[in-house]
């Protein structure tokens, strides 16, 4: 069962290779394949990206294509509707003097040579600590309820450096009649790779934007900024852009990035596994079948429940600060299960 | 249906439409009725033409223009019937009394026989789901989301899908 749906994900990667450069290479897939994965495809988001690659193969007029190319027009508006309200947010935020940073999302997008490739949902921003309460209240407001925004106080959930030094890195956008504050190439591809993991890379878009985000790099690129100090979150960065380049053939050549050769195979086969069913639904915590809490009142269904807080091995090592190498998992699983038990107990002692 | 007498000058909407132009045609999402159209390069062309001072006479010139060839006014006519349909147009338009009671197939069967360019396509846009596809890997309506993708509208809003 685990070989087949590391296939099924495999054919998810064959499908979005290199699909958000100027010119994709196309797709190896056979007309079968496709419509194997089409629902994967549709809902991961990954839909408009594989149009790019299918739509320049013979399979472009199969019905499996066509609901591609169908969802890219959808995308591509929905798209321009995003960007719009970015321009909006953002000539509110700056007309109330909130300087915000946009992370993921549009400043993901910008690294695709099409708009529209990336899908995005809400809008994320960081704010300066002291600027949390004035962000908050503005989004809070008539004007501001609009918007679906994730405000993040500082950056610590995102990225673990100082904010000011963040902010000095950062880069000021025109958009429309609004300035986008958005993070310098370094630290947003950190962002990007982290974040993908800190999630199991579950989402196969997450990697293909880590994968546009190290392409669209410019000359200065700081590698070392982008690494940081900290030979463990090094590790991580690294292993996310390896796995790009293994899963995805996202180009690492001429960086100091080791090659997919250092991947672990746990870690590619884990990321296949959960690409044969990219649904946020069967994610946790959309999976989990009730709050712990009510299973203290009736056990029931408990056993089942517990499998689904099972952490992945990929999360697990991200959530403990371990490294990824060729070591077992199942200690670090293990120890994330324990640590988490232990905070529920805690908080329902407090 | 009633044939209607507003002077055709048509104007394309601007307002309350998002537009995206691809490389062969142009996606339109109209933010009143959330309705997304696509429509191909001819209809797209006599959209933009649209400009509220052209007559379907002047705006079937432009054509002959640019596609180096003979374009039948009917061909004009078949685009603004479908941009006024999906209410792409500012105004609603008439047909001349020439081609009063001349069917639409009559119409299309002309003008196929004699245009240089492809006949003009409006086409309504619905995004395929995941269940759609054959899965059932989308969230529902009202079922928890974190981006659009995971949702079967594609729209993920406060969390819950749209």
Redesign the interface.
Known sequence: MKVAAQEEGRLVARALRGSWRREPSGTNLSEQELARVIPALVGSGASALAWRNVGRSPLKATKAALELQQAYRMQTLRAAMHERDVERLFTLLNSAGVDAVLIKGWAAERAYTEPGLRHAGDIDLCVRPEQYAAAKEILSSPEGRRFHVDLHEGFRDVLERDVEDIYARTEVLTLGRAFVRVLSAEDHLRLLCVHTLRHGAWRPLWLCDVAAAMEARGREFDWERLLGRDRRRANWVACALGLAEHLLGADVEGTPIASAANVPRWLVASVLMRWARPYAMEQPPFNHRAPMRTYLHSPRGLLGDLRNRWPGPVEATIAVGAKFNKLPRWPFQLANCAARAARFVSAGSA | MAERTVPANPLARVDGV???E?PD?V???DLDTHK?V?LNSTAAEVWRLCDGRRTASDIRKMLEKSAKGAVPEELVWLALEQLDKDKLLVERVSRPAALVGVSRREMIRKVGLGAAIALPVVVS???????????????ATG????????CCS??????VCA
């Open positions: 998002v537009v995206r691809l045609e996606l339109i999402y997304a696509c846009l619905i995004a395929p789901t995941a269940a759609q596809a054959g899965g059932s890997g989308c969230v079922g928890a989301c974190n981006v659009g993708g995971d594609n729209s993920c809003l406060n969390n």
